[in-house]
């Protein structure tokens, strides 16, 4: 079964189930319990297959993440307004204080990243809580507001 770039986060792959990760064909997947078959397609430029469990997979995609943050260091943050992003519904999330900032620290678990954080400077934990109270004060699906 081909999923192509599926979108609704309730309706992730199950076990057992053969789909290609995106429309962009790089490799094809296959989920038995509990272990992931991630084999390259020709597309892709590279070949071979891994063998991961959960565990595994985690750390490759935490490691693939700083990899992909060194080649980007030193250019601009792109915007996100407007970006086709992976939004995750009602999911675990932490918050607390970040001391080298006077900061908030923010994180949450995505189901296809794992735990993911951020932390955002003083002035803007006001700003965005001046628009979350805004929103919640507001009739729903109001337009959005980029930082």
Request: glycine letters at 8%; hydrophobic letters at 40%; a negative charge.
């Amino acid at each position: 079964m081909d999923l192509g770039d599926y979108t609704n986060l309730s309706f992730l792959p199950l076990p057992g189930w053969h789909y290609r990760m995106s429309s962009q064909e790089l490799m094809k997947v296959e989920i038995k319990d509990g272990v992931a078959t991630l084999t390259f397609l020709p597309e892709s430029g590279a070949s071979g297959r891994l063998i991961l469990d959960v565990d595994q997979l985690t750390r490759l995609i935490q490691s693939l993440g700083k990899t992909r943050a060194a080649m980007n260091m030193g250019k601009p943050i792109p915007e996100v307004y407007g970006v086709f992003l992976r939004a995750v519904v009602d999911t675990k999330w932490y918050t607390e204080s970040e001391g080298l900032t006077d900061g908030s620290l923010l994180a949450f678990q995505h189901p296809e990243f794992g735990p993911v954080g951020f932390v955002l400077p003083r002035d803007q934990v006001a700003y965005l809580v001046s628009l979350l109270t805004s929103q919640l004060q507001n009739p729903p699906l109001s337009a959005g507001t980029k930082n």
